[in-house]
C-alpha cells in the first residue's frame, strides 16, 4: 500500500495487528474462565469456602499491614524506572548521534544524569535503605 | 482481492499461528517440566496418556474445564475472578513483537502483486518498550489475584512476586539498554539485524549483560531459583492458593508463556534471533528452526537449573537484585554507552 494514500499514518498500522492478538488473547481469557464456570462443579460449604490455612480454622483477617521494606523497594523502582525511560531515547539515538560527531556531549549530558541517579542510589545504600533484614 | 484485505489476512493467519504457537509451546513446557524433572531425579513422570505421555496437557486442559471455579466467601469477588486474565493476557501480548524469522515471499495470486511479509506479528519500531511496557503489566493481575484471595499466604506470595518482578525488571531494562546501545535500534527486528554472523553475537560483545539478563529471566518469569512467589514449603502455592480450575490454569498458562517470550527475548538479544550461524542467507524454514532451538535451549535451562541450584532466601534475592545485580548493569550500560558514543570497537 502506498503509504501517502493510507488512511491511518503507516506507524500505526503496524499495532493493527497487536489489537488482533489481544482479541484472541482476551477471547481465549475470558472463553475459558466462562467455559470453566459452566462445565465445573457447584457444591459449596463452608469449610471449602474458607481461607486455606492448611486446615486448620482461618485466623483472623489477612487484611493486615505490611513491611515498610516493600513500599520502600516499590519508591526506589518507580526511581530508578524512570531513570530508565530516560535512558532509552538515548541508547536507541548513541549510535546515530556518534555518526554525527556528536557522541561524546550527549553522552557527558546522560552520564551526569545517571551520576546524579547513581549518587542517589549510593546514599539509599548508605543509609540501608537496601538492607531488607534489618 | 485488493491489497488491505490481504494484508488483513496475512495478519489475521500470523496472530492465530504465533498464539496458537505459544499456547502449544507452553502447554509443551507443563508437560516437559514433569517430564524432565522425572528424568532428572530417575523417574519416568506422566507416561499414561497417549504415547510416553505426550496428550497429558490436553488431559489435563480438560480436567481443569470441569473443576468447579471456587470463589473464597471473604474474597473481593470481581478482582478474584479477573485477576488470572490480568495476570495472563500481558505476558502473553509481549510475544507480538518477537521476530522468529526473515521476511517470506507471499505468493502473487487474486491480482495482488507478490510481497514480502516478516515472520513476526508485528514489527513495532519501538519493539523493546513496547514489551518491557507491556510485560509490567502482569504484575497486577499477581498482586490483585493475591490480595483479593483474602488469604494469608496468598497475600504474602503477591507481595513478594512484585517486590522480586520489579526490583528484577530494573536490571532487565538496563542490560537490554546495553544492547539497544551497541545496535543502535529499539526494533527487535533490528537487533537482530546488527548481529548477523556468529562473531557478532551481542553475546560475545556484552557477556556481563548476557550473565545478568539470564539470571535476571529466572527472578522476573518467578522461577527456580527465586520461585519465593509460591516456594512451597512456606507459602503454599502463593498468590494462587485459593485459586482453582481454569482460573489457576490461566495464571499457570501466564507463567509459562512468559517464560517462552523471556526465553524468546534471550534468543534475539543475545544469540542472533534467528540467524544461523556459518549461513548466510539461510531459507526461512532453517531459521525459524534456529530459532526455535536456540529457544529450547533456554527452556531447557530453566528446567535444568530447577534440580541444580537450591533455592535462595528472600532478602539474598533483594540484595542480590539491588546491591550487585543493578549496579553492574548500571556499570555495564555506562562503559557500552561509552563505547558507543566515542566510537571506540571494542571487539
Known sequence: ?134 | MNPLLRDILVWLVKAGVVYGGLLGVAAGMTLAERKVSAWMQYRHGPNRVGPWGLLQPIADGVKFIFKESLTPDGANRWLFRFAPAIAAVPAMMTVAVIPFGPAVPLPDSWGVPAAFTNLSVTDLDIGLMYLLAIGGLSIYGVILGGWASNSKFSLLGGLRASAQMISYELTLILTILAVVALSGSLSLRGVVEAQPDFWEWNVFHQPLAFVLFSIAAFAETNRHPFDFAECEPELVSGFHTEYSSMRFALFALGEYCAMVVMASLWTTLFLGGYKVPFWENAPWFVCVAAFCAKTSLFLFLYLWVRWTLPRFRFDQLMHLGWKVFLPLALVNLFLTGAAVSYGVDLW
Not at chain 1, 4 to 25: C, F, N, R, T
Not at chain 1, 31 to 58: H, Q, T, W
Not at chain 1, 72 to 79: Q, R
Request: aromatic letters at 12%; charged letters at 15%; glycine letters at 8%.
Open chain 1, 1 to 134: 500500500m502506498d503509504p501517502a494514500q493510507a488512511a491511518v499514518p503507516p506507524m500505526l498500522i503496524d499495532y493493527v495487528p497487536v489489537l488482533i492478538l489481544l482479541g484472541l488473547i482476551v477471547g481465549f481469557a475470558v472463553f475459558n474462565m466462562l467455559l470453566s464456570d459452566v462445565m465445573g462443579g457447584k457444591r459449596r460449604s463452608i469449610a471449602k469456602g474458607s481461607a486455606y490455612e492448611c486446615g486448620m480454622e482461618p485466623q483472623g483477617s489477612a487484611r493486615i499491614r505490611l513491611s515498610i521494606h516493600y513500599y520502600l523497594v516499590a519508591v526506589l523502582f518507580i526511581l530508578f524506572d524512570v531513570e530508565s525511560i530516560f535512558l532509552i531515547p538515548w541508547a536507541a539515538t548513541a549510535k546515530a548521534f556518534q555518526a554525527q560527531q556528536l557522541g561524546s556531549i550527549v553522552f557527558a549530558e546522560i552520564a551526569l544524569f545517571a551520576l546524579i541517579l547513581g549518587v542517589g542510589l549510593a546514599f539509599v545504600w548508605r543509609k540501608g535503605g537496601l538492607d531488607w533484614d534489618r
